[in-house]
């Protein structure tokens, strides 16, 4: 089956701690994305891949980092320097910038 | 600037009770208008995008719309079922693959 995962589903960080979510995708997408959820808001962008060995900082990407060195696959690193990281993340593929956006079912990130 | 405004923010029908979602854009230069559904703890689920004014997309029970300066997603006869979370998301055409979400319409629907 084609499409993309997120692991782990739960995952908690202690103070001072970097923590490492995983993005995998099978479906040839070109374009990956990250986003944040918080209760009762909209989705917020935080980093974006149009390519392997690129990648562009969205709205909120302070406190975050992220790599592309193959193209199924994003990890989002949330740093120490994030000090309200507790949300619901969401990664998304699409076969190119401008396509529509598919979205794996999430990691929630909680603060211990 | 670029925003997405959802309204009601929630909604409580009874099933078979026809309604309309509202999702109003400031988008500059808006190339797509994009519909998602989200159950709870779950990843939203591609449902529709729309081009052009006029335009208008059919699923099942949903009907989606698109003006100058906004969308509806029209729920014909509801079930239980559709009840979920309906997010609305504008892209700017000068900024590809950036798009901008509402805060959603958390949809009830009770028997």
């Known amino acids: 089956d084609g499409g993309i995962t997120q692991s782990p589903k739960y995952l908690f960080r202690k103070e001072g701690q970097n923590v490492t979510l995983s993005c995998e995708q099978n479906?040839?997408?070109?374009?990956m994305y990250w986003y944040r959820q918080d209760p009762g808001q909209g989705l917020r962008l935080i980093y974006y891949?149009?390519?392997?060995?690129?990648?562009q900082k969205g709205d909120i990407a302070e406190g975050y980092s992220v790599s592309r060195e193959k193209k199924e696959s994003f990890p989002l690193t949330v740093t120490s320097a994030q000090k309200n990281p507790t949300a619901f993340y969401l990664c998304?593929?699409?076969?190119?910038?401008?396509?529509?956006?598919?979205f794996g079912p999430g990691t929630r990130l909680l603060v211990l | 600037e670029d925003q997405v405004t959802q309204s009601p923010e929630a909604l409580r029908l009874q099933e078979g009770e026809s309604s309309s979602l509202n999702c109003s854009y400031t988008?500059?230069?808006?190339?797509?208008l994009f519909w998602y559904r989200q159950d709870p703890g779950k990843g939203p689920e591609f449902l529709f995008t729309?081009?052009?004014a006029g335009e208008e997309k059919e699923k099942e029970r949903l009907k989606a719309t698109l003006t100058k300066k906004e969308s509806f997603l029209h729920i014909t006869a509801p079930k239980p079922e559709d009840s979920a979370t309906y997010l609305c998301?504008?892209?700017?055409?000068?900024?590809?693959?950036?798009?901008?979400f509402g805060r959603g319409t958390q949809l009830t629907v009770w028997p």
């Open positions: 988008v500059s230069g808006l190339r797509g």
């Open positions: 998301a504008g892209e700017r055409g000068s900024t590809l693959g950036r798009l901008y």
């Open positions: 891949s149009q390519i392997v060995n690129d990648f």
């Open positions: 479906l040839n997408h070109d374009a």
């Open positions: 729309l081009y052009s």
């Open positions: 998304a593929s699409s076969g190119w910038r401008g396509e529509t956006q598919y």
